[in-house]
Each structure stands twice: as C-alpha cells, then as structure tokens.
C-alpha cells in the first residue's frame, strides 16, 4: 500500500503587541515539530517583522486561505519565553472576557516584544529577483538593514528569500589600562637634568652646591625645579649645564598614578568616569588629564560586551524558626496585623516551599507596598539556595531582560514585583501571593483593563499552585476563603463629627463646649489645628491627607450658583491657585480664572471642596513658622528634611501614601473622609475601610494619632475602627449586605460602555445593545441600564453604561458573547469594574 500521505503542520495561533485578536501563521519552512506555545516568534506585519507571542494552534484545514509563513522561532533553544500553562489560563481569560488577545498580551508582558539580532539575507538558488528592482539580495549572504523591509518582505512572500537571524549581544564602551608594553615608548620616557659624575672644576661657590643637590636628590625635570631645590637662581643652573656638570638624558619614566589605579580598578565606563573613580580613591585625576593620558597613549577606549546589570540586592533575612500555622488549601487568606507580623507568618510558607525547590511569586499593587515586601521577604531566598528578583515597571529594560533570563534559567525562583511579574516564567511555582488584594491599583486603567487578582487566580490554577491574599484587610470577595488574621494593631484614633459638635466638654478631650458645626473649624478643625500646634511645639511631624489635588473642587458664584465647566467634558473644571488656572482633570483643558461669572456678571468668586493648595495655605495660615510640603500630582517637593528628622508638615494626597513615612509621624490627618463614600460605587466603604486600615500602619513602627474629619462618623467602616475590632469584622459584614444584593462575590460583573460624539447615537446604541442582550436570553437582573455615565460628557463623548450581573464567569461570557458583532458606537467592556458605575 502507497504511504498515508503527511499531514501539514498545524499552524500557529499567534498574538501581537496591538490591540487586535490572534491571527493564524503557517509554521516556518521545514519546522516538524509541535506547536511551539508560549515561545516568541518573528512574522510578517505591514511589510516588516514583528515579534509575536505563540498563544496556541490555528484552524488551518482543507480548504482555507494560504497562510503567511512564520519567519524565525525565537525560543526554541531555552523554552518557551512565558510558561505554556500561564498562556493557557491567560488566553482563556482574555477569550471569556471578549477582550483581543493582543491587547491583554501586551498589558501583561513587559520584555521580549523587541529583540536584538542581526539578520541576514540572500536569495534562494537560481532565483531571478529583477522583477523586484535593481538593488536586491545576491546568492550571497548580505545584512538586512541594506534592502526596505517592505521589499524583503515581497520577495519573503513569493518564497524567494532565505533568511538567517543570530543573537546580537549588547556591547559597552570602556575606558580601558593599556599594558605597559604597549604603551608607546615617547609616553614611558621622560627627559630630565642629571648630575655629572664629578664636578667641573670651573664651577663657582654656588655653582658647586647647586651641582651637589642635583647629585644628591637625583634627576629634575626642568631646569625651574632644580633652582628651586638648590635654592639658586636660574643663572646658577644655567652655568653649571653649559658648564658639563649636568646633562638632558632620557630614561623609563614611571607609570602615572591614573594608569596604575586602572590597571587596578578598571575598565571605567568613560573618561568622566575615570576621573571621578580616581578622585575619589584619592587619585587626583581631571576629565581633561583623562583624555591627555588617553591620547599619550595610557588607555584605549574599546568596545566589550556589556555585563549583566546589578540588579537590586536581597534584604538581610534570617531562617524562619516557628511553625507554619497558615491553611493548606488552594486559596486561603492572611490579614491584619502591620506588614511586618503579616510577613513573619508568611515566612514559614515560603522557606519551606523554597527548600523544597519549588517557586514563588509574589505580587504587590503599588512601590510602597512592593517595597515592603521586598524588605521583608526577599531574604528568604539566599538560605533555601536560590535567589531573589524583583519584576517591575521601575526596571530599565537590561535589567528587565537580565532578570527574566534568571527566572527563565530557574537561577531564581522568588519573583517580588508588579502585574508585570504575573507571566514570569517561573520554574514549577507553588505559590502565587497577592498583597493588598483589593486594591484598585491592581485595575488597569487603559487597555485590557484586566483587574490583576483576577486573572493571578486563573494562573495559579493553570499551574495547580495555591492562591494566597495577604494584606491589612480583606476584599469582600476573599471573606469566604479559609485564613488566618492577626490581632489589630494599636491605633490611636480621634473622630471630628463635624455633623455632632459636643456639647460638653467630657464628650470631646479636644474639642470646645457648645459649638455649632461651622465653629468646628473648617477645612481644618479646632482639633486638628491645636494638634499641630503640639507638633511643631515638640518639633515633631505631621501628614494631611486632601481629598483632591488644586486649590478647590470647584469656583462657584455666590450670587447665580454658576460653576464654570469643561468645554469637552460635563464637569466643573478644579481652580488652582498656584498657575490661577481652572483646570479639567479629566481631559486636562485649562482656562485662565474669568474676572466675572459668565451667567450674572458677579466679580466675586467662592470656592468650594479644599484641595491640596487650600489645605496647604490654611496650614501656613493658622501655624505661622511651621514648614508646609506638598505631595500630589501636581507638585512633589523635597521631604528630605523631613526624612531627616526635621520638624514639619505634608499634606498630599494619597500619591503620598507611596513614600515612606517620616521618622518622627506624631500626626496624621483625614481633613474630609467623607470624600471617599460620596462615589456612586458599591466598593466605596469597602475602600474607605482599608485607606484608614493602611494608615494606620504606614508609620513602619510608631502608630501616630489618626484624626479623621467627616461628617459621618457613625458610619460602620469607621466605626469598627472605633471599637478595636479586628480586620475581618467590617468586610464580613459587607460581603453579608452584598450577598441579600448579589454583588461579588456572589455575582460576576461586566460593565458595558456605549459611547459617540452624540448624545442620540449613544442612547441609541445603548438601547439596541440592551435588546440584543434580552433577545438573546438574558434574565430580569443580569442587564441594568442602560443610563448615562455619571460624567455625562467625556472628552467630547457621551458614555452610556450598562451593567452585567452573572451567577458565574461562564454564564458572563455566555452574555459578552452577544457583543461580537458590528455597532453604530464604540462598545468597550470592562470585566470586573472598579471605580464609579
């Protein structure tokens, strides 16, 4: 019987860095095996090359279209660039969310999109490339960089091309010692004055003891020198050389001193930096008589391939002695507590998990937070015989590669980092932790707008690794979860009820008896003012949070109540005194102050909700002499001094939170809490709960006194805060209102946004895609809306939302399914939202 004939290969299913689904390659020329997933590989794009990830098979069959060759596989040496079970989960993640896997892929993964390599060309045997023009690639092997890469890529496509691709290493100029015997022999010598070997006899008194010192205290550079030594006049040395009693000769001179240190210390990155380096070790040594030696001859600059960069090393840690007393199940929970005892009971986990040669990765929503936990774990790693590496945005892009190449090569298997750190390719993780767990910062705010713990619980899954939430306090959704929490710490807290002035002094240590609300002081209350008052008595510190950056929410006419507002946005633009500018802060417009309202023609102006510059001023205002910084957006000043011990104060937003604290914190001030709760979001409290949780414990050590100012101060989040209870008592009682609701995480949300530049078109399209959603099944409650976002107008668009509400992420996929299909408007989803709704 004749052979069954060969199947062709599978092709490839892969994604680019662009806001685009996969797209279907044919396997490179001659390649039989399987498809290679999770390696990164050169194809064809828009008449050039792009890098691509490999995300799966293609449907290729019978029948389809003739596929575009992938041009070079680009991994298939060391493995795949991320492991085949996170592009797996992450893949899936994206198909159920309806998002291009494109655009996810290129959120997620931050290195390996550009490559080095040096590529090479020629034509295939016996080809005639004339059609193509005059100047086109020979029999012979010729770079790439000579020809257009459109016209390459035509040759590429009629098959008429061979191509060959070669790492390219990423080289350095240094400053380099040059051995001594290469060094030209006019630098080694030196001319010098020496001493006859006997006095001429002709030689005056003078002459004779300046013959004797030369003699003595051997050669002279110049005849100067000499005179000077003697203690002669120039005559005097004059005379005694053309007299014979000295001679100009030659002789090995010794190596400068700047040689030396180089020959020692070197190669230096430049000529600048030879100098300082030598400076500093005592050498003295000028960026100019650097470049002299260089050009005598002393130092080469030379190109070398540049070393690994210096990546951040691991913080002191020792072996962790009690027991591991944390659940064992596949997700489980750790809160309360400060970072530090949160770290400790985590210790044990990851010691043993590292021993035992398995992998951890940690992940951490902002610097602060991931600073912390690369303080206090980072030095787990040295005593289980492996490293620690830490994956972020604050990388520069060598040491992004460099670190990726030692968790790809298993040399370290603790990753500490951003969502960057989520596709890692870490050896056979155990572990995935996700600090702080409901932070919005884990949200991305452009793109995929994946919500990171989300899909860090699909991968942990993928890899059958455990998923633990580590933090201060829980999400809701984590409160079903098996955990652990740690006894509060200390807190010292001082409520403002700007709502219920006390009538008698009992009722408030601080505050005044029989005052109205507006005698409490406003932005900054009688309290809070004699408090800070204390501080720069005792020369301590103090932080105030503000609500918003700029001057004031808003300016608004006392006479007509007109607010002036974004000519492309439906918001009242924020007044900042510093520039006297009203600005949008969502499109960034800016305009200058007007003189008068533009409805009433009134020359005066009120402002209202204080932002950083108020709060700033009024601190300076009622404490003359105590130092004001600021922290926001808009303006970051140094707070060295502060850091430095020195009394003062910094009021910022919560941008400030981002830093380390000051040493010498004795207060810290909430001026309106009441910002935080007025969102049209059922997160709110929740993420008022846990801003007041994490200030607690921003000072590493000393708790200092919390004034919080609202005007409701019997709210539950603060409440418990109140009473001392521990970190599960508010988010239990919330994830209990959110199941009689059906919230997360008794319900999976997609929040749907309909948007054109008019108003009709968006309803419009809004109403079409509430329809599509019921005709195709949806039930009374898992479609709310449509209605108009709560900024109705958004750089020129108008944003309709609607809200889906499932029992389950599959049911939800089922619902966003509907939505692939052509609209009149822009539809965006945005699975999992945060934020306003």
């Not at 289980?384 to 040491?399: D, Y």
């Not at 990171?452 to 809701?476: E, K, M, Q, T, Y």
């Not at 006297?580 to 005066?604: A, F, I």
Request: net charge neutral.
């Amino acid at each position: 019987m004749p052979p069954a004939p060969s199947l062709p290969p599978v092709p490839w299913r892969v994604a680019l860095p662009l806001p685009i689904p996969t797209l279907d390659f044919a396997a490179p020329h001659g390649f039989g095996g399987a498809v290679p997933l999770g390696c990164r590989v050169l194809v064809p794009w828009r008449g050039g090359l792009s890098v691509g990830l490999v995300v799966g098979a293609g449907e290729g069959g019978v029948g389809s279209s003739r596929l575009r060759e992938a041009v070079h596989l680009l991994d298939d040496e060391d493995g795949p660039w991320v492991p085949p079970a996170t592009v797996e989960a992450v893949t899936a993640w994206a198909r159920e969310a309806r998002l291009p896997a494109g655009l996810v892929w290129s959120d997620l993964l931050g290195v390996g999109w550009e490559v080095r390599l040096e590529h090479r060309v020629r034509a295939v045997p016996d080809a005639d490339l004339g059609a193509f023009g005059s100047h086109v690639p020979g029999p012979t092997w010729t770079d790439a960089a000579d020809y257009s890469p459109p016209l390459l890529d035509a040759i590429r496509e009629q098959g008429l091309l061979e191509e060959a691709f070669r790492p390219r290493p990423r080289w350095r100029g240094v400053v380099r010692a040059r051995p001594l015997e290469e060094v030209p022999a006019a630098a080694r010598t030196r001319t010098v004055l020496r001493a006859a070997a006997e006095p001429p006899p002709t030689l005056t008194a003078k002459g004779r003891a300046a013959w004797a010192w030369l003699a003595e205290h051997g050669p002279q550079p110049t005849l100067s020198a000499w005179a000077r030594g003697a203690g002669v006049g120039g005559g005097v040395v004059n005379g005694v050389l053309n007299a014979g009693g000295a001679a100009w000769v030659r002789e090995e001179a010794p190596p400068p001193p700047a040689w030396q240190w180089l020959h020692e210390h070197g190669p230096a990155d430049s000529l600048s930096a030879w100098a300082a380096r030598a400076s500093a070790d005592g050498v003295g040594l000028t960026p100019t008589a650097a470049g002299t030696l260089a050009l005598r001859g002393w130092a080469d600059t030379v190109q070398e391939v540049a070393p690994p960069p210096a990546l951040l090393a691991p913080a002191p840690a020792g072996v962790p002695t009690h027991p591991d007393r944390l659940p064992e199940a596949p997700a489980w929970r750790l809160h309360g507590g400060r970072p530090a005892s949160r770290f400790l009971a985590l210790a044990p986990r990851l010691a043993r998990l590292l021993a035992q040669g398995r992998g951890v990765l940690v992940l951490a929503p902002d610097h602060a937070t991931l600073r912390r936990a690369w303080e206090g774990l980072s030095g787990l790693a040295g005593a289980a015989g492996t490293r620690a590496v830490q994956v972020s945005g604050a990388l520069g892009p060598e040491e992004r590669e460099h670190t990726w190449h030692l968790i790809r090569t298993g040399a370290a298997r603790l990753v500490i980092g951003s969502y960057l750190a989520l596709v890692t390719p870490l050896e056979d993780p155990a572990l995935i932790v996700v600090l702080e767990e409901g932070s919005d910062a884990y949200k991305l705010q452009s793109g995929s707008r994946a919500f990171i713990p989300d899909v860090a619980a699909r991968v942990a899954s993928a890899h059958d690794a455990a998923l633990a939430l580590v933090g201060a306090v829980p999400a809701a959704e984590s409160v079903p979860l098996p955990g652990a929490v740690l006894p509060p710490p200390r807190l010292r807290l001082h409520v403002v009820d700007y709502a219920h002035p006390p009538q008698q002094p009992e009722l408030g240590p601080l505050s005044s008896v029989h005052l109205t609300p507006g005698d409490l002081g406003y932005p900054l209350s009688h309290d809070l003012v004699r408090l800070l008052r204390q501080v720069q008595e005792r020369g301590r510190q103090a932080a105030l949070l503000a609500p918003r950056r700029g001057y004031s929410a808003l300016l608004r006419c006392p006479s007509c109540d007109h607010t002036p507002g974004c000519r492309h946005c439906d918001v009242p633009l924020r007044f900042h005194q510093g520039t006297r500018q009203l600005t949008c802060h969502q499109c960034g417009y800016h305009e200058p102050v007007p003189d008068r309202c533009d409805e009433c023609g009134e020359p005066m102006w009120k402002a209202r909700g204080p932002g950083t510059e108020w709060i700033a001023a009024e601190v300076a205002r009622l404490v003359p002499g105590l130092p004001v910084y600021r922290c926001d957006k808009d303006r970051q000043d140094d707070l060295s001094p502060l850091h430095a011990g020195e009394s003062g104060v910094v009021v910022g937003t919560q941008l400030l939170l981002s830093g380390e604290a000051p040493p010498n914190l004795a207060l810290l001030g909430v001026t309106l809490a009441d910002t935080w709760l007025n969102v049209s979001d059922f997160r709110a409290s929740e993420r008022y709960h846990r801003l007041l949780r994490q200030l607690g414990e921003w000072h590493v050590s000393r708790p200092p006194l919390l004034v919080v100012q609202t005007f409701q101060a019997e709210h539950p989040a603060l409440r418990v805060l109140v009473e001392g209870k521990d970190a599960l008592a508010y988010p239990t009682a919330e994830e209990r209102a959110r199941r009689a609701l059906g919230y997360p995480p008794h319900a999976r949300l997609a929040q749907v946004e309909v948007a054109a530049r008019e108003a009709r078109r968006a309803r419009e399209v809004a109403a079409e895609v509430f329809d599509a959603l019921h005709g195709a099944g949806a039930a009374e409650g898992e479609v709310l809306g449509p209605a108009p976002s709560p900024v109705a107008r958004l750089r020129g668009v108008y944003p309709y939302h609607l809200l889906l509400r499932a029992r389950n992420d599959r049911r939800l996929s089922e619902l966003l399914a509907v939505l692939d299909r052509p609209w009149r408007a822009r539809v965006r989803v945005d699975v999992n939202p945060r934020g306003g709704l």
